[in-house]
C-alpha cells in the first residue's frame, strides 16, 4: 500500500469509472516502479562485474611483474597506468 497511496485519504474514487482509474494507476505506477528499481540493479552489477574483471586484471598484471623481478617503483607506475586507462 506505500506505492499505492493518493494522500492522506481527503481524496477518493466515488463511482465505478473513478476506482477503476485508480486501480489501473496504482498497478501502472507499481509497474513503473518495479522497472526502474530492475534498470537501476542491472546497472549495479555490470559496474560490479567491470570492476572484476579490472581487479583480476591488475592483479594478474602484479603477479606478472613479480615473476620476471622489476622494481617496486616500475610496477607502481603500471598499475597506476592500468587504474588510469580503466577509469
Do not use: C, H
Not at 492522506?8 to 486501480?23: A, C, I, K, Q
Not at 489501473?24 to 507499481?30: C, D, E, H, L, P
Amino acid at each position: 500500500t506505500i506505492f499505492s497511496t493518493v494522500g492522506f485519504g481527503d481524496v477518493l474514487p466515488f463511482n465505478d469509472e473513478e476506482r477503476l482509474f485508480v486501480v489501473v494507476t496504482f498497478y501502472i505506477g507499481t509497474l513503473v516502479f518495479a522497472t526502474l528499481i530492475s534498470e537501476i540493479e542491472t546497472t549495479l552489477a555490470v559496474v560490479r562485474r567491470f570492476e572484476r574483471m579490472r581487479s583480476r586484471t591488475v592483479q594478474s598484471v602484479k603477479d606478472v611483474l613479480r615473476s620476471i623481478d622489476v622494481g617496486f617503483a616500475l610496477e607502481s607506475r603500471v598499475v597506476q597506468w592500468l587504474n588510469y586507462k580503466s577509469t
